[in-house]
Each structure stands twice: as C-alpha cells, then as structure tokens.
C-alpha cells in the first residue's frame, strides 16, 4: 500500500513559479513510477508528468513540456514538480500518483494510488 500527501500550492501570478512535492510512506518507493496530474474545474483529470522509479525517464505533457520539470529524491520517498512560468490556464488541483509497481505509464486509468490533491491558482 501506498500513501501519497502532496503539498506546495497556492495562489501566484502568470510567469511565477511554484514547486509541488509528494511524500509517500512505504518501504518500496523505489519500485514506483511516479506521475503529476492535475484537474481544472469542470474538466476530466489530465497527465502532466511522469518519472521512472530509478528517475532516469521522463514523460511530460505537450501543454507543460519546457516548463515544469519532475524529480525524484529516493532517499527522501519524495517527487516534486516544479512549475515555471506559471498561465493561468495551469490553474487546477494538482495530484500526485503511483501505478503498479515496476510499471511506467502516462495513462491515468493504470494508476493506483493518488494523493489528496494540492490547489494551485494561476492569475493573470
């Protein structure tokens, strides 16, 4: 089992920056890939990033690719996001998720385990 909390939202202006972590609890971190999605108000969940569980291989988004960039710190059990250059339409809850272990995916319906979900707001 997994527990994800993520934490790092808030309330900041177009082209600021913002950095989102993820801390997870369990012993297997390493065995996980870890993603990024986020969901604006009135539409579906969308991928933003994944990371491999070594760190070595990454997806993003076309909408976020350039700009924010996905990391890991095993040693910690955390991912992060970090957010440049930040538009308004990046507003939305962010969430943090891991699939099955060992597995590296962008699809959202293979993830398992999801955190509670972080706002950030993006003003213009």
């Known amino acids: 089992q997994v527990q994800l909390v993520e934490s790092g939202g808030g309330v900041v202006q177009a082209g600021d920056s913002l950095r989102l972590s993820c801390a997870s609890s369990?012993?297997?971190?390493?065995?996980?890939?870890m993603g990024w999605f986020r969901q604006a108000p009135g539409k579906d969940r969308e991928f933003v990033a994944a990371?491999?569980?070594?760190?070595?291989?990454?997806f993003y988004a076309d909408s976020v690719k350039g700009r924010f960039t996905i990391s890991r710190d095993n040693t910690k059990n955390t991912v992060s996001l970090q957010m440049n250059s930040l538009k308004p339409e990046d507003t939305a809850v962010y969430y943090c998720?891991?699939?099955?272990?060992?597995?590296?995916?962008?699809?959202?319906?293979?993830?398992?385990?999801w955190g509670q979900g972080t706002q950030v707001t993006v003003s213009s």
């Open positions: 998720a891991a699939p099955a272990p060992f597995h590296f995916t962008r699809e959202i319906s293979q993830y398992r385990y």
């Open positions: 369990g012993r297997t971190f390493t065995s996980y890939a």
């Open positions: 990371l491999s569980w070594s760190g070595g291989t990454t």
